[in-house]
């Protein structure tokens, strides 16, 4: 491999930033599924890939969601062009046979119920992050966030699937440079790790 050119890095991390609004431009549903044929080769835990995404695009399905969320993140649900809900199946075990075929991967799993929740939000957390990287990659901007009602979105959005449950939201469009705060501070190196 080689190193990406200091350009890509910033657009996917150094110069990237949450928005809280978004022009008037449109995101076409071939950008969704662009994002998801790129964060799905994101890593997971035996390829467990819980994460279970629904992209509310239409006017009805942003207002049932803005429903589920606070008073400071309905409106951005309500403006954004699109806003996804990133929800995570504790039965992903179930499909281990098709996407991890090289072991009985799906053993580990049966009968416990708490590692497969564990395991559910360690990974759809994972794809989320990739969720948010291939956007960026592809010349988007994102809002995740987590002001939400989970038992409202839960019953709104994945009542005919119990066993998935919302992890985080993100709005998804170009952002608006005017709607963003200056720039949070990062530390250096030295403030938060350290080598063993």
């Known amino acids: 491999m080689t190193v990406l050119p200091d350009t890509a890095l910033d657009q996917l991390f150094r110069t990237a930033r949450t928005y809280n609004g978004y022009t008037d431009a449109p995101v076409a549903e071939s950008e969704l599924h662009a994002i998801w044929d790129l964060m799905k080769w994101g890593p997971t835990s035996a390829n467990q890939l819980p994460a279970r995404l629904i992209w509310c695009t239409s006017d009805a399905a942003k207002a049932k969601l803005a429903d589920c969320c606070s008073a400071q993140n309905a409106p951005k649900v309500l403006k ?38 564990e395991s559910a939000m360690r990974n759809a957390s994972l794809q989320g992050a990739y969720f948010i990287l291939a956007a960026r990659a592809l010349g988007l901007d994102t809002g995740p966030m987590s002001g939400l009602d989970a038992a409202k979105v839960n019953a709104a959005f994945f009542a005919d699937t119990p066993s998935v449950t919302v992890n985080f939201i993100s709005t998804l469009g170009h952002g608006d440079p005017a709607t963003i705060y200056g720039r949070s501070p990062r530390p250096d190196f030295g403030k938060f790790n350290s080598v063993a």
Do not use: Q
Not at 83 to 88: E, F, K
């Open 80 to 117: 954004a062009p699109v806003t996804v809900i990133i929800g995570m199946d504790r039965d992903f075990h179930e499909y281990l046979p098709e996407l991890f075929p090289h072991a009985n991967a799906k053993a580990w799993f049966d009968g416990n119920p708490e590692l497969r929740a």
